[in-house]
């Protein structure tokens, strides 16, 4: 399960109602949250966000935990 589908499972939310509100099919909402390799556009991430209720930047800094820049010295 990827950082995404962690998220909407902790706020108990149905996939097929964000499929809805945001205009993304189900498959790539499901795709979105099972599959790790899978590419998630700032654009579906900000319609995720408006559709369940919560700050934008927040659901990016849950998803994007981790992520560190690379120190090329």
């Known amino acids: 399960m990827t950082r995404l589908g962690e998220y909407l499972q902790a706020r108990s939310t149905n996939k097929s109602e964000v499929a809805r509100k945001t205009g993304l099919s189900k498959p790539r909402v499901s795709e979105l949250t099972i599959n790790s390799t899978a590419k998630l556009r700032v654009e579906e991430?900000?319609?995720?966000?408006?559709?369940?209720?919560?700050k934008p930047g927040e659901l990016l800094e849950y998803v994007c935990e981790g992520v560190k820049l690379v120190d090329r010295k």
């Open 45 to 54: 991430l900000y319609l995720i966000a408006l559709a369940i209720g919560v």
